[in-house]
């Protein structure tokens, strides 16, 4: 019998591993590149929408319940999959011809964003808090069909092997953005109420909020997007997907609404159900413990100086590098691995606001608490990407991913709601403790959904 025939026990020789310098090589590439500065554009509005304007409303006298039941504007997150079969399919007048289905879709939401932050930056949420509202929210719609159209430019960008590295890539531009729009905006804010002139300091003594300074702070955050604008600009749009034509408007509608789920439940069968339970819950820990973090911090005395100093400098830090080690580890590990390492350093790091709850006003400790959580939040996200991108068909992408990631985010921000109701009624330190437990969950899906991961087929 010729050795070249193999028995039906043999075991599949597993593929050689790229040398290190080949894994670290990749960040260089021009996709990488692209998607460092389009994951900033992407993460600068989050930010302003949720925990940044969170610290805003509070420290202008908003109570904490209505500063949780206004984090469900980020609601928008979670249901942009309505509104991305239109993203994935329908061409923009005059902007597609010109820049071709992505980066039309990109442009676009990318000027709406800007015009958002512009309205959030001239109204005073002490005289009406509805100006301020309506502009987060049509900021968040527009920053959720950026993400649509982003997701499907980064998926459709690279190979399989390469999503891990673009995706860290992401991450780091995303985190980055929102280290700019958390303490950059706050630094922003100090420094505009330190050149305020002296007559109108003394005027507004008896009061720390100023609204002149978040002006420029916002103001300075919609310039911020013309790092993105000028990418959408200067990339060349990725080869288009040939799809078959609609002959009429049900076919249009069942190859854009219907197919991508479809294909998804053909391939996964009834483990589709575990595979969004797990999107679904898997970011619960942050999403929830984020949306009080920064009335924490007003409330435990840290001024903006000492807020922006430490998330900007750690912060950023043990962002980058945890994004890094997230993205290399998923190249060299395995997604699944490091899914389950980010689950439980998510958890684990939430218990650490808790104990700072406890201790007190300390500048030392906060730098502590908030370079593990960065590094944590880092390395979780850049493997989460990773993961999400490899359940999607590259025929489908918009569409897919975008169902995804708002699984990810429906029911967290529907729970974060709730989250300024809870401290009130119990206090800081048990809310932390409670969102670190509800990461418990996670950790037993992450198993499960590896074994369905190793017997799916490829999409």
Not at 216 to 243: I, K
Request: aromatic share 10%; charged share 10%; proline share 6%.
């Amino acid at each position: 019998m010729s050795d070249t025939t193999a028995g039906p026990t043999a075991a599949p020789v597993p593929a050689p591993r790229p040398p290190w310098r080949d894994t670290l090589r990749v960040y260089l590439e021009p996709a990488s590149l692209r998607m460092l500065t389009l994951g900033f554009s992407a993460g600068l509005p989050l930010l302003l929408v949720l925990g940044t304007l969170s610290f805003r409303l509070r420290e202008a006298g908003i109570d904490r319940s209505t500063i949780g039941y206004l984090s469900w504007v980020g609601l928008a997150y979670a249901f942009k999959w309505m509104w991305a079969p239109l993203v994935d399919r329908m061409p923009i007048p005059l902007l597609t011809p010109l820049l071709g289905r992505r980066r039309s879709w990109l442009l676009l939401s990318q000027a709406a964003i800007v015009a958002g932050l512009v309205g959030m930056a001239l109204a005073d949420p002490r005289h009406a808090l509805g100006p301020v509202v309506w502009c987060a929210l049509a900021v968040a719609c527009a920053s959720a069909t950026q993400d649509i159209a982003l997701d499907a430019f980064r998926i459709e960008s690279a190979d399989t092997d390469r999503q891990a590295a673009l995706a860290a890539a992401y991450q780091t531009g995303y985190r980055v953005a929102m280290i700019w729009a958390g303490a950059g905006v706050l630094w922003i804010a100090a420094r505009a109420e330190a050149a305020a002139p002296a007559a109108q300091a003394l005027a507004q003594s008896a009061q720390a909020y100023q609204n002149g300074a978040w002006r420029v702070a916002y103001l300075a955050m919609a310039a911020s997007m013309a790092v993105g604008v000028v990418t959408v600009l200067f990339s060349r749009e990725p080869a288009p997907v040939q799809l078959p034509p609609a002959r009429n408007a049900a076919e249009w509608l069942r190859g854009a609404v219907v197919e991508p789920f479809a294909d998804f439940l053909a391939r996964y069968g009834w483990h589709a159900a575990l595979v969004l339970a797990l999107i679904a819950v898997y970011r619960i820990s942050d999403v929830v413990m984020g949306i009080m973090a920064n009335p924490f911090y007003v409330d435990m005395g840290y001024t903006k100086d000492e807020v922006a100093a430490v998330t900007k400098v750690y912060g950023v830090a043990m962002t980058l590098a945890g994004a890094f080690v997230g993205g290399v580890l998923s190249m060299r590990l395995g997604v699944m691995r490091v899914l389950m390492l980010g689950a439980v350093l998510s958890a684990a790091s939430n218990l650490l606001f808790a104990w700072l709850a406890g201790h007190g006003h300390d500048v030392g400790a906060l730098i502590a608490v908030v370079s593990a959580d960065n590094l944590a939040g880092g390395i979780a996200s850049a493997a989460f990407i990773a993961y999400l991108s490899g359940l999607t068909n590259v025929r489908y992408s918009a569409t897919q991913y975008a169902l995804f990631s708002s699984m990810m985010l429906l029911l967290p921000k529907f729970v974060a709601g709730f989250s300024g109701d809870y401290v009130n009624a119990f206090g800081y330190a048990q809310f932390f403790t409670s969102t670190a437990l509800l990461g418990l969950p996670v950790l037993v899906l992450v198993a499960l959904a590896a074994r369905v991961q190793r017997r799916a087929p490829p999409p």
